[in-house]
């Protein structure tokens, strides 16, 4: 079964940190990425990964998001630190369907993961 299934959200205390986990079936992950979506905003592309593991990162997650991928796993992650209370989202992964991540074409996506950063 060709599918990504996300895990890892949750609730976290501003400043605090959480690990997202992207997990594929059924294809290698190669170029892959994350995307977030806040209620009544549109999605936001935050970071990918080529498959010779260069990273791209948004401006809105750069210096506080890790992006990285296991090959042997075919597992991509979302390393989270200094979370801010406008970082929560329901968070998704995804395969483009070519070599440019953000041209809005994708072949697969994960079924996202509530991130909510509140004290």
């Known amino acids: 079964q060709v599918q990504l299934v996300e895990s890892g959200g949750g609730l976290v205390q501003p400043g605090g940190s959480l690990r997202l986990s992207c997990a594929a079936s059924?294809?290698?992950?190669?170029?892959t990425g994350w995307f977030r979506q806040a209620p009544g905003k549109e999605r936001e592309g935050l970071a990918c990964?080529?498959?010779?593991?260069?990273?791209y990162y948004a401006d809105s997650v750069k210096e506080r998001f890790t992006i990285s991928r296991d090959n042997a796993k075919n597992t991509l992650y979302l390393q989270m630190n200094s979370l801010k209370p406008e970082d929560t989202a329901v968070y998704y992964c995804?395969?483009?369907?070519?070599?440019?991540?953000?041209?809005?074409?994708?072949?697969?996506w994960g079924q996202g993961t509530q991130v909510t950063v509140s004290s």
């Open positions: 059924g294809f290698r992950l190669g170029l």
């Open positions: 995804a395969k483009p369907r070519t070599t440019n991540m953000w041209l809005g074409e994708y072949d697969y």
């Open positions: 990964i080529s498959e010779d593991g260069s990273t």
